[in-house]
T-cell receptor, first 114, second 113 residues
Framework: SQQGEEDPQALSIQEGENATMNCSYK?????LQWYRQNSGRGLVHLIL?????REKHSGRLRVTLDTSKKSSSLLITASRAADTASYFCATAPQGGSTLGRLYFGRGTQLTVWP | DGGITQSPKYLFRKEGQNVTLSCEQN?????MYWYRQDPGQGLRLIYYSQIVNDFQKGDIAEGYSVSREKKESFPLTVTSAQKNPTAFYLC????????????FGAGSRLTVL
């Protein structure tokens, strides 16, 4: 399977703590993306990191990519109750279509308690 | 506001019936996609279309059909041949070139009674 796999499957923390989610994948990629999904809703794109990048920041989000280990991590700093959602990594494989063919993992369910 | 509209949000179907899920976008995106999501699972690609009047099967196309007669519209028909149709269906689109970031609709939940 080309899917990414997130770890842990579920994460429960208190407001103000940091949340770290990991993603592992199997094939070479062009880029890796993280999406968020609130319960019963569509996914929302959070951040994209290209294969030649190692780290990227966006607000309270920090993404790292280690292509030698085929893994990525998403860090949410100073979590808020509103961050409660499922988080998915999605990979765009190298050599495949550049027209949006992404492979999604099963997601990490993050719960942030007030 | 630009976006993707999926309808209906909830749909109930009896076994043996076909049902069509609507997906409309006003983003002027060339490429459109249908994903299926089951509880605790990732998204699996059903069909995708890179241009009007053309579409390709994804990983789980059996029991589904699509059409792409207009750039804005990409309806999905769940046929009676689909063995386990109860799921959450997500439509997405992107500009068709570049970094392939997807914009998603709010989803349609299909329940077979």
């Amino acid at each position: 399977s080309q899917q990414g796999e997130e770890d842990p499957q579920a994460l429960s923390i208190q407001e103000g703590e940091n949340a770290t989610m990991n993603c592992s994948y199997k094939t070479s990629i062009n880029n890796l993306q993280w999406y968020r999904q609130n319960s019963g809703r569509g996914l929302v794109h959070l951040i994209l990191i290209r294969s030649n990048e190692r780290e990227k920041h966006s607000g309270r989000l920090r993404v790292t990519l280690d292509t030698s280990k085929k893994s990525s991590s998403l860090l949410i700093t100073a979590s808020r109750a509103a961050d409660t959602a499922s988080y998915f990594c999605a990979t765009a494989p190298q050599g495949g279509s550049t027209l949006g063919r992404l492979y999604f993992g099963r997601g990490t369910q993050l719960t942030v308690w007030p | 506001d630009g976006g993707i509209t999926q309808s209906p949000k909830y749909l109930f179907r009896k076994e043996g019936q076909n049902v069509t899920l609507s997906c409309e976008q006003n983003l002027n995106h060339d490429a459109m996609y249908w994903y299926r999501q089951d509880p605790g699972q990732g998204l699996r690609l059903i069909y995708y279309s890179q241009i009007v009047n053309d579409f390709q099967k994804g990983d789980i196309a059996e029991g589904y059909s699509v059409s792409r007669e207009k750039k804005e519209s990409f309806p999905l028909t769940v046929t009676s041949a689909q063995k386990n149709p109860t799921a959450f269906y997500l439509c997405a689109s992107n500009i068709g070139t570049g970094a392939n970031v997807l914009t998603f609709g709010a989803g349609s939940r299909l329940t077979v009674l």
